[in-house]
């Protein structure tokens, strides 16, 4: 199943607290499981990225959690800024030559001052 | 260094028209993909091409699209006779590798509208 399904649509955060969200796979043959961030008007940038073979990644106040066995990953942001308030997108990429990415259909997010 | 660069930014076509948009990749960067984002949705993979090749072209409609990346010159993607349903942003990326080897960078995308 070339799917990745994504949770919630939306988030509405206070400043400081913690924005999660979360994304669910089919596919075992996925090896590569980005999160990218989207303003408005703009292109995606990517945020944190993080493989198969290991549980967490931080980086800053982005850090992603991976359960395998689940087939889940998630994205959380500590100490969420209004600049935060941005779409984010999780992305997994199909293992093998073809290099393309499957994108999750994005949470947008609003972090209240 | 400069990044992605897609051009046009916004382009209005009437329906029918054809739609040309341009992607010039990173430098040193030789894979090219293209991605629809319809309002509201995530990005939907359309192709991949390296220099002159196609190298995975499933997400592409069957007809009235075609990309190219020439070995001089911009990535292209050409929408034919285009209808309202073609209004999306598309969304060019590269990279040095396959994208499951290293980071992908998005140009700014260009916006199609039909009307």
């Known amino acids: 199943q070339q799917q990745v399904k994504q949770s919630p649509q939306s988030l509405i955060v206070q400043k400081g607290g913690i924005s999660i969200i979360n994304c669910a796979y089919e596919n075992t043959a996925f090896d590569y499981f980005p999160w990218y961030q989207q303003f408005p008007g703009k292109g995606p940038a990517l945020l944190i990225a993080i493989r198969p073979d290991v549980s967490e990644k931080k980086e800053g106040r982005f850090t992603i959690s991976f359960n395998k066995s689940a087939k889940q990953f998630s994205l959380h942001i500590m100490d969420s800024q209004p600049g935060d308030s941005a779409t984010y997108f999780c992305?997994?990429?199909?293992?093998?030559?073809?290099?393309?990415?499957?994108f999750g259909k994005g949470t947008k997010l609003s972090v209240k001052p | 260094n400069a990044g992605v660069m897609q051009n046009p930014r916004h382009l209005v076509r009437r329906r029918g028209q054809e739609a040309r948009l341009r992607c010039s990749p990173m430098?040193?960067?030789?894979?090219v993909y293209w991605y629809r984002q319809l309002p509201e949705e995530g990005l939907k993979f359309m192709v991949y091409l390296q220099k002159e090749n196609i190298i995975d072209e499933s997400g592409m409609p069957k007809e009235r699209f075609s990309a190219e990346f020439p070995k001089e010159g911009p990535s292209i993607l050409r929408i034919q006779q285009v209808v309202r349903g073609d209004s999306a942003a598309y969304f060019c990326?590269?990279?040095?590798?396959?994208?499951?080897?290293?980071?992908?960078?998005f140009g700014q995308g260009t916006r199609l509208t039909v009307v």
């Open positions: 992305a997994a990429h199909y293992g093998g030559s073809q290099g393309n990415l499957i």
């Open positions: 430098k040193g960067h030789s894979h």
């Open positions: 990326a590269s990279s040095p590798q396959a994208a499951s080897n290293t980071e992908a960078f």
